[in-house]
């Protein structure tokens, strides 16, 4: 059973900063693609960032390149989500995902469905 636990969030002006942790808990020791997700007012919902344990390769949708950074910090089973340079349309509510695997390729593939999903953090950012 993998149970994901999301957090961080809250209401910030534009420009500023947030970290958004991901707390895996799992009754076996696994390797995972982590994903965050956003899903604005209206919108669909949209992969931003994604991790993968094994390796640390990470992969950012364009929109968010240099100012998110995703990290884990093994020992606590958490993936975190380094958010810069905050903007009003960063607005929304934030999920993480994984995925249990290995990928060769030392990241997370497009394609990866995720099975295990945490319960959503609100980021709000005024202008």
């Known amino acids: 059973q993998v149970q994901l636990s999301d957090s961080g969030g809250g209401s910030v002006q534009a420009g500023g900063s947030l970290r958004l942790s991901c707390a895996v808990s799992s009754d076996t020791h696994r390797t995972y693609c982590i994903g965050w997700f956003r899903q604005a007012p209206g919108k669909e919902r949209e992969e931003v960032a994604t991790?993968?344990?094994?390796?640390?390769?990470?992969y950012y949708v364009d929109s968010v390149k240099g100012r998110f950074t995703m990290s884990e910090d093994k020992a606590k089973n958490t993936a975190y989500l380094q958010i810069n340079g905050l903007k009003p349309e960063d607005t929304g509510l934030y999920f993480c995902a994984a995925e249990s695997g290995w990928w060769d390729a030392g990241y997370c593939p497009p394609s990866v469905q995720f099975s295990y999903w945490g319960q959503g953090t609100q980021v709000t950012v005024s202008s």
């Open positions: 991790i993968f344990t094994g390796s640390g390769g990470t």
